[in-house]
T-cell receptor, first 119, second 111 residues
Framework: SQTIHQWPATLVQPVGSPLSLECTVEGTSNPNLYWYRQAAGRGLQLLFYSVGIGQISSEVPQNLSASRPQDRQFILSSKKLLLSDSGFYLC??????????????????FGPGTRLTVT | DAKTTQPPSMDCAEGRAANLPCNHSTISGNEYVYWYRQIHSQGPQYIIHGLKNNETNEMASLIITEDRKSSTLILPHATLRDTAVYYCIVRASGGSYIPTFGRGTSLIVHP
């Protein structure tokens, strides 16, 4: 079965410090990978998604970046954190499958999340 | 992807059926209806999806109206652990890779 891991679970960082959050998926190959952020009491905001190694699409301009050095590894980084970067960061993956006469139907599976507090 | 409308909150007694509505009046023919839920401090969890036929799995049932402009997620016997925010999303097959999560419905199951 497939599993998705994220670490660390919680993180407290000062403003201006760097950030590196890691996400790995097991039990599948060539997944689509996603980074979301959820501010307190808000919905999920898509930050980045990737359809393959080295392929990153950014949804929102910001001081964050993402990389996919391996097929099942997705990293979220920042060189200098801002107070507004605080939030709940979620990594997700989705398979590519063909059902219903060739249509693609994507389900997403989320990791446990990292709660980041920038002080 | 089509926009969805959900009530911001609902409550349900434990052991009763929870019926969560979703309006997607602008849905197009190739768009699927997906439901996820997010328990507090956890990542969203996929529940079920459908195109036009009603669907059932071990977690829930999905009822889609004949005109496909609305749907209802049914938790047949709600438990306290079903307390969560429930998201209804519509997305096209073969289109954008990314579902857009709105505010969802906060379901509170009480004893």
């Amino acid at each position: 079965s497939q599993t998705i891991h994220q670490w660390p679970a919680t993180l407290v960082q000062p403003v201006g410090s760097p950030l590196s959050l890691e996400c790995t998926v097991e039990g599948t190959s060539n997944p689509n990978l996603y980074w979301y952020r959820q501010a307190a009491g808000r919905g999920l905001q898509l930050l980045f998604y990737s359809v393959g190694i080295g392929q990153i699409s950014s949804e929102v301009p910001q001081n964050l970046s993402a990389s996919r050095p391996q097929d099942r590894q997705f990293i979220l980084s920042s060189k200098k954190l801002l107070l507004s970067d605080s939030g709940f960061y979620l990594c997700a993956w989705s398979p590519t499958s063909f059902r219903d006469r060739g249509s693609r139907v994507y389900e997403q599976y989320f990791g446990p999340g990292t709660r980041l507090t920038v002080t | 992807d089509a926009k969805t409308t959900q009530p911001p909150s609902m409550d349900c007694a434990e052991g009763r059926a929870a019926n969560l509505p979703c309006n997607h009046s602008t849905i197009s023919g190739n768009e699927y209806v997906y439901w996820y839920r997010q328990i507090h401090s956890q990542g969203p969890q996929y529940i079920i999806h459908g195109l036009k036929n009603n669907e059932t799995n071990e977690m829930a049932s999905l009822i889609i109206t004949e005109d496909r402009k609305s749907s209802t997620l049914i938790l047949p016997h709600a438990t306290l652990r079903d307390t969560a925010v429930y998201y209804c999303i519509v997305r096209a097959s073969g289109g954008s890779y990314i579902p857009t999560f709105g505010r969802g419905t906060s379901l509170i199951v009480h004893p």
